[in-house]
C-alpha cells in the first residue's frame, strides 16, 4: 500500500513555554487530535486528500479554541466574517469564500464552491446568496461568540488598529488548515479563518487566496498557511513553496523554509505553513515562537505540538 499522511494546523504566533497551563495546553493538544483522528481515520479507509483535510478542518471549525468557525474573531462592526478554502492537488480545483457570516463550517462552503459553481472564489453577499442556494442554515451570532474573542476586541474597538491573534497577548491564536495525502497520492489543502480581530473595509487576508494560503499540485505539494496574511499575499507565499520545489528542485523542507524563514521575514511577514507531498512526507516551518501543529502517518509516526521542539 502506498504511504498516506495528514498534517494540520491551529495558528502559529507568540506561543513561548510557560504562557499556558498545563490544563490549557492539553486543552489544545487535545482539539489537534481530534482533528487528526477525523482526517486519518478516513485516509485509512481510503478517502480522498480533499475529504480527510474537510473532516480535520470542520473540526477546528466546531472548536471554539481556535480562530475559525465557532470562536472566530470580531471585526470592526462586532461581527464574525469569515474565509475558507480548500485545493485538490491532482486536478488543480479550487474553492474558496470570503467574508460569509453566519456559516458554521465555512471550508464546507468553499468545498461547494469548487464543486457545484463554475468559480473559484465567492465574497460577501454573493458568497450568501450562494450559499441559501445550497440550503445553509445561517446560525446566530451567539453561536460564534467567545467572551475571550469579544475582550480582545473591546480592546481595539472604536480604533484604527487591527489585530491578528498571533500578536495578542493571551494565547487563542488560531487560524487553522489541513493537508493530506491519500493512498493513491493525491494531495490536498484547506484553510479557515476568522481573520483579524477589528478588522474592517472588508478586509480579506490569504487564507481564501488560492496561491497565498492555500495551494495543492500534486507534482510540487500541498500546503496550507497561518499568518500575517497581507505579507502571504504579498509574497504568493503558498505558491513560492511549489515554484521552488517545481523550478529549484528544492526539497519540501527547504522549500518551506526558504519561504517562511528567508523571504516571508525578508517582507516583515511572520507565520508558518504546513506542507505534504505525494510521497506523504510532511512538514512544518514558522519564524513564530510556537504553532499550534501535528501530523499522522501510515508508517505510524504521529506528533501533536505547541512550541518551537
Ligand atoms: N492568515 C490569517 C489572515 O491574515 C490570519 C491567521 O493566520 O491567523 O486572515
Redesign the pocket.
Known amino acids: 500500500m502506498r504511504p498516506f499522511s495528514i498534517a494540520i494546523h491551529g495558528?502559529?504566533g507568540i506561543l513561548t513555554r510557560g504562557m499556558m497551563n498545563s490544563q490549557q495546553e492539553a486543552a489544545y493538544l487535545s482539539g489537534i487530535n481530534e482533528a487528526l483522528d477525523a482526517g486519518y481515520a478516513l485516509l485509512e479507509k481510503g478517502a480522498n486528500a480533499s475529504e480527510a483535510i474537510v473532516a480535520a478542518v470542520t473540526r477546528l471549525e466546531d472548536c471554539p479554541l481556535f480562530?475559525a468557525g465557532k470562536g472566530s474573531v470580531f471585526t470592526a462592526e462586532g461581527t464574525h466574517e469569515m474565509?475558507a478554502s480548500i485545493m485538490e492537488g491532482a486536478t488543480r480545483r479550487a474553492g474558496a469564500v470570503a467574508m460569509v457570516t453566519g456559516i458554521k463550517n465555512p471550508i464546507l462552503l468553499a468545498r461547494d464552491v469548487m464543486e457545484h459553481s463554475a468559480h473559484v472564489l465567492l465574497a460577501g453577499q454573493g458568497a450568501m446568496a450562494f450559499a441559501a442556494q445550497r440550503n445553509y442554515q445561517i446560525l446566530p451570532p451567539s453561536y460564534f461568540y467567545d467572551q475571550f474573542r469579544y475582550d480582545q476586541w473591546q480592546e481595539l474597538k472604536g480604533s484604527d488598529k487591527t489585530q491578528?491573534?498571533?500578536v495578542a497577548s493571551d494565547r487563542k491564536?488560531?487560524?487553522v488548515g489541513a493537508v493530506a495525502c491519500d493512498i493513491r497520492g493525491n494531495i490536498a489543502a484547506a484553510t479557515s479563518?476568522g481573520?483579524?480581530t477589528n478588522k474592517k473595509f472588508g478586509r480579506?487576508?490569504?487564507?481564501p487566496i488560492i496561491g497565498s494560503?492555500t495551494y495543492a499540485n500534486n507534482q510540487t505539494c500541498a500546503i496550507s498557511?497561518?499568518?500575517?496574511?497581507?505579507f502571504?499575499i504579498r509574497g504568493a507565499a503558498a505558491y513560492d513553496v511549489s515554484c521552488l520545489i517545481e523550478h529549484c528542485q528544492l526539497d519540501l523542507q527547504t522549500a518551506c523554509d526558504e519561504v517562511i524563514k528567508k523571504r516571508l521575514l525578508a517582507l516583515g511577514g511572520d507565520?508558518g505553513l504546513i506542507a505534504v507531498n505525494a510521497k506523504a512526507e510532511v512538514c512544518f516551518s514558522f519564524n513564530t515562537e510556537g504553532m499550534y501543529r501535528g501530523y499522522r502517518c501510515s508508517d505510524g509516526a504521529s506528533y501533536a505540538a505547541i512550541y518551537v521542539d
Open positions: 495558528g502559529a480562530n474565509d491578528l491573534d498571533h491564536f488560531g487560524t479563518t481573520g483579524m480579506i487576508g490569504d487564507s494560503g498557511c497561518t499568518g500575517s496574511g497581507e502571504f507565520g
